[in-house]
């Protein structure tokens, strides 16, 4: 009986740990299922076409939230141009060890309409503190208009004061 509790325990582990034997990614929430990714460059390009489609985006890892790991950085290496990844709270965790890594991320694409009180509260934080580019996030600027809290981060990249954001539900991040 101990035996077939600890085989079980053992099953249970394995299905739940995201490295898998032998590979070279580690899968963080529900992984990523779509097989052709959206490009930053197209996103930014035209990011009305892709509000509330899911899409899939690849790039490197240049932000991380130090704080609660709610939200990565993906940039397009050629382009120099990237795309925040934020998930809910505690549902995902980005480690923030996994900067310079590539990544595939998966999720819903919004565009989060800045208020010009939080334009000119977003100008006050990059100006004056200099911390939030190296990743510990700053949400309370950039806050829906709904006042929930989902905001993309003080950081986030901005476009005519406009948040774009993929609302991740998984990610790969590679070795």
Not at 119 to 135: I, L, N, S
Request: with cysteine; charged share 25%; aromatic share 6%.
């Amino acid at each position: 009986m101990r035996r077939v509790i600890t085989i079980s325990l053992a099953i249970a582990f394995l299905a739940t740990t995201p490295v898998f034997a032998g590979s070279d990614f580690v899968e963080y929430g529900e992984g990523v299922t779509i097989e052709k990714a959206v490009s930053v460059k197209t996103l930014l390009a035209a990011p009305d076409d892709y509000v509330g489609k899911t899409v899939r985006v690849d790039g490197v890892i240049t932000g991380v939230c130090k704080m609660r790991g709610c939200w990565m950085q993906l940039t397009d290496p050629e382009t120099g141009n990237g795309v925040r990844i934020k998930v809910d709270d505690g549902v995902i965790v980005f480690p923030y060890e996994a900067m310079g890594r590539k990544a595939s991320a998966e999720g819903v694409f919004q565009v989060i309409t800045l208020t010009p009180e939080q334009v000119q509260a977003r100008a006050e934080q990059q100006a004056g503190e200099p911390a939030q580019a190296e990743g510990e996030g700053c949400d309370k600027a950039d806050q829906k208009k709904d006042g929930s809290g989902e905001g993309a981060g003080c950081d986030a990249p901005v476009q005519d004061n406009r948040v774009l954001v993929v609302h991740g539900t998984g990610a790969v991040i590679y070795s």
